[in-house]
């Protein structure tokens, strides 16, 4: 099975903890990539990839900001080595932004009137039973 990429540094101490739950990522997210795409719009195809990143992203700021069970080294680490998104764990320190699916939902310019995604809007505010699905990441509503 192949090995999480990392540089030729040692990887700091409780890294064999981490290890087996980020090369079962890892290795979803290879056959998220490889997975056919025909019959699904161009960003349908994208929205495993994302959904895997963002549970990559929040088990590292889990285990750093709320179970507290790994070092800052191994946190930083993480971070330096690209296997969590430094700045998508930045925004969920923020208030409001704690459930935030994907950066691209709060970025304005990706949208025609200037505003936020679908998805960000609170449901109590949508009509009911209307489903709300992101276009960029495939989410049902991060706002709570």
Request: charged fraction near 35%; include cysteine.
């Amino acid at each position: 099975m192949p090995k999480v990429r990392r540089s030729r540094k040692q990887p700091p101490d409780g890294w064999e903890l981490i290890e087996p739950t980020l090369e079962e990522l890892e290795q979803k997210m290879r056959e998220a990539e490889t997975e056919p795409h025909e019959g699904k719009r161009i960003t349908e195809s994208l929205w495993p990839i994302f959904k895997i990143h963002h549970q990559k992203t929040r088990y590292i700021y889990d285990l750093f900001y709320r179970r507290k069970a790994i070092s800052r080294e191994l946190y930083d680490y993480c971070l330096k080595e690209k296997i969590a998104d430094g700045n998508l764990i930045a925004k969920w320190k923020k208030s409001g932004y704690e459930n935030l699916c994907c950066l691209r939902c709060i970025q304005t310019r990706d949208t025609n009137f200037g505003t936020n995604c679908i998805c960000r809007v609170p449901k109590s505010k949508l009509e009911e039973g209307r489903i709300v699905e992101c276009v960029h990441c495939g989410c049902r509503g991060c706002s709570g």
